[in-house]
């Protein structure tokens, strides 16, 4: 049983990268649950608040970290089976503008079959793939522990602002009856009112309780990504990145120690391109991290024999960026199995 977590900032292209993986994987044989880190977090009127009265749902205080974490540990014990009182409310949200239907049939068939030309034991693997915008990191130090191969999308603040504010909105949990308004209190004690939650959906069980709970929706409000989503994203990762600047190099000493693999995110409009010059298909962390020091002998990575696998099969067209993070991925997951 191996976890897949797929982790970067809001808007990097997490959930749908884990479903096109989660479909290839299941496409070639590969038992694969997929868990949203979306369905753990709180209820809305449990979450924290930032100085300023916000609502903080973009911080490790905003889930149920002990939930998420027994969770994974019954999917592992069951042999990739969901506990069956988890129903996810992320997969009410609305599909991703990109899907499998983005990436090309030649590439998708090529992906399938070199998933069942790897030295992998397929009829003994089980695949749990884990989505979410904070699984590595002290303050999840417990989730992490969970994760076997670490798979991390970078993706720039002007991306990730754009794409996150044309957004509009995100299922919740709400523990308020149908139709209530939320009011909390601000830091000076006065009562203030969120925006109403309009009810998309009956009582749902969750896999942290028993109690049934409504369903709401929250829309970020005006300057929320700003005071929240993205200082929280740097304050999270910053150990990933020299200097701490998450939209610079990465820390190779940092992503190394904790066997992470990252690339570009692949929102951004560009070919998807490695970080710091790392081609796509590269990974950049633990001993089969990209070295071009490399002794001419040593066995080619997964992620090169992939890329020398297309070029022998003159597929060099330009798949699109979905394509090209899948690609990587699945070197990277293969490669990981394999050892």
Not at 190 to 195: I, V
Not at 256 to 285: L, N, P, Q
Not at 307 to 312: D, I, M, P, Y
């Amino acid at each position: 049983m191996i976890v897949v977590g797929v982790s970067g900032p809001s808007s990097s292209g997490k959930t749908t990268l884990s479903r096109a993986l989660r479909d290839l994987f299941e496409s070639a044989g590969v038992p694969t649950v997929l868990v949203h880190e979306d369905d753990f977090y709180l209820d809305e009127q449990s979450l924290p608040f930032t100085p300023s009265g916000q609502r903080d749902w973009d911080s490790a205080s905003s889930l149920n970290l002990p939930s998420l974490v027994d969770t994974l540990q019954y999917i592992r014990s069951h042999d990739g089976v969901l506990p069956p009182e988890l129903h996810s409310i992320e997969d009410q949200q609305n599909a991703s503008a990109l899907s499998m239907l983005d990436v090309p049939s030649s590439v998708k068939k090529f992906l399938r079959h070199r998933i069942l030309e790897s030295s992998v034991p397929l009829s003994h693997t089980r695949l749990a793939i884990l989505d979410g915008f904070l699984l590595y990191g002290e303050p999840v130090a417990a989730i992490a522990a969970e994760v076997d191969v670490k798979l991390f999308l970078r993706t720039d603040y002007t991306t990730v602002k754009t794409r996150r504010e044309k957004r509009g909105g995100y299922v919740t949990r709400l523990s308020a009856a149908a139709g209530e308004d939320v009011r909390h209190a601000d830091t000076q004690g006065h009562e203030q009112l969120d925006a109403r939650r309009d009810i998309v959906g009956d009582g749902t069980t969750m896999s942290n309780g028993n109690t049934a709970v409504s369903t709401g929706y929250w829309v970020d409000p005006p300057g929320y990504f700003d005071e929240v989503v993205w200082p929280n994203y740097i304050r999270d990762h910053a150990f990933l990145f020299k200097n701490g600047n998450v939209e610079g190099n990465l820390d190779h000493d940092g992503v190394e120690r904790d066997a992470i693999h990252a690339m570009e995110g692949f929102y951004d409009g560009s070919s998807a391109r490695g970080c710091e010059g790392y081609d796509v298909g590269d990974t950049i962390a633990g001993s089969r991290g990209h070295d071009s020091s490399r002794d001419g002998d040593e066995a080619p990575s997964a992620a090169e024999k992939l890329g020398e696998s297309r070029n022998a099969q003159n597929e060099e067209e330009d798949d699109g960026p979905l394509a090209k993070t899948l690609r990587w991925a699945v070197a990277v997951i293969l490669e990981q199995l394999s050892s």
